[in-house]
């Protein structure tokens, strides 16, 4: 279409375009409806088929078993930042944070209100440049469990695989990586993701849960903040964001047939983030990462220029190029270009060309 942009926007961040088509040519009425899918009740039958479809999605593309469970909750990563120690940990336990970028650090900040906490390692001091290695963690004894971040959205630094915590159950903010790469999910006890980034439209979060840890939830905690809650009701304890879940389970479908799998998506995901990477490498006196190599991330490339004259020039220009959204975080500054599952391989190419000129013209 003439006036789509490539959009590196970090969240809401942009939608494969099949699944627009769809959605649009599906607006009016879904199926033989003769209502919108956003017009149903969640509790009719073509929305409960939407319902376990997308669930079904997101465990085969991620392959796990009965031993989890996958819970839809709205109020954002925000309110798991809350939720999670709530209903893992009591008031006396201790939980363990990897403190590696902004949202581990508000995810522990929240923490705080809930249960003790410890934590294990922090990258403040190095401006969230690095990722700790499995020997840099200080583990407290017996955690009720032990939390990290994935992919730090604004630092431009994710984990090449999970941290190894021995026996405490590992909590993973996968908000910017989820459904980008294959997981182990038996050495996780927790895996949750906001929708906005790589699977929907914003307003819902995925918690995949080992069945196990839902019996550590309180009868006291409030209805909506209790796992057990959610689990019993089937993800419907109060109205669910519909056309939201009706989306998510398009983009699994599509990851579906576009890749086949995962592993075939986070081979492309790390083709696309290399090309930005080589151009940064290719010019290294003019651009510079913000994360140190073994830390970048596939997701967000998040790098500066040599003044705030030329990031705003870059900035200005890239969008002549249709090169839409690339403004940096405002506590980070330069560039941020995030490359979720939908971002093409053309719009990853474009902005590896403009970068190229750019840096050849002002270098
Ligand atoms: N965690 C990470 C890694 C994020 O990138 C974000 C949002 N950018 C959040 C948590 C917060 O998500 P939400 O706005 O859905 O609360």
Request: hydrophobic share 40%.
């Amino acid at each position: 279409m003439a006036n789509r942009v490539f959009n590196f926007s970090a969240g809401p961040a942009g939608l494969p375009e099949p699944v627009l088509q769809q959605a649009q040519a599906e607006l009016l009425s879904y199926g033989d409806c003769g209502a919108s899918i956003m017009e149903i009740s969640h509790r009719s039958e073509p929305f409960k088929q939407i319902l376990d479809s997308a669930r079904n999605g997101i465990r085969t593309l991620l392959g796990f078993n009965d031993d989890f469970e996958v819970l839809l909750i709205q109020g954002g990563s925000r309110l798991q930042f809350s939720m999670i120690p709530m209903n893992l940990a009591s008031r006396d336990q201790t939980a363990d944070y990897i403190v590696t970028g902004a949202w581990s650090a508000k995810a522990l900040e929240e923490a705080h209100r809930e249960c003790n906490v410890h934590i294990s390692w922090n990258g403040t001091d190095n401006g969230f440049d690095r990722l700790p290695g499995n020997e840099a963690l200080i583990r407290s004894e017996d955690p009720a469990f032990a939390y990290y971040c994935s992919n730090e959205t604004i630092h431009g630094i994710q984990f090449p695989e999970a941290p190894d915590y021995g026996a405490a159950p590992l909590v993973c903010d996968a908000s910017s990586d989820f459904l980008s790469r294959p997981v182990d999910l038996q050495r996780h006890g927790l895996i949750y993701a906001c929708a906005q980034k790589n699977i929907g439209p914003a307003g819902l979060t995925v918690v995949i849960i080992r069945r196990d840890l839902l019996e550590r939830s309180s009868d006291e905690l409030p209805g909506y903040l209790n796992f057990k809650s959610h689990s019993a009701a089937n993800s419907m304890y109060n109205t669910p964001p519909t056309f939201v879940i009706y989306i998510m389970d398009l983009v699994c479908k599509w990851i579906i047939n576009e890749y086949g799998g995962l592993d075939s998506l986070a081979k492309t995901n790390r083709e696309k983030a290399e090309l930005l990477y080589s151009v940064i490498d290719r010019h290294a006196g003019f651009y510079s990462c913000h994360a140190q190599t073994a830390s970048r991330s596939n997701m967000n490339v998040v790098f500066r220029l040599p003044s705030d004259e030329l990031t705003a020039a870059f900035i200005e220009q890239a969008a002549d190029h249709s090169l839409a959204s690339l403004a940096g975080h405002r506590s980070v500054g330069g560039i941020r270009a995030s490359i979720y599952n939908a971002m093409p391989r053309a719009g990853v190419e474009a902005l590896a060309r403009f970068m190229d000129d750019f840096a050849s013209t002002n270098g």
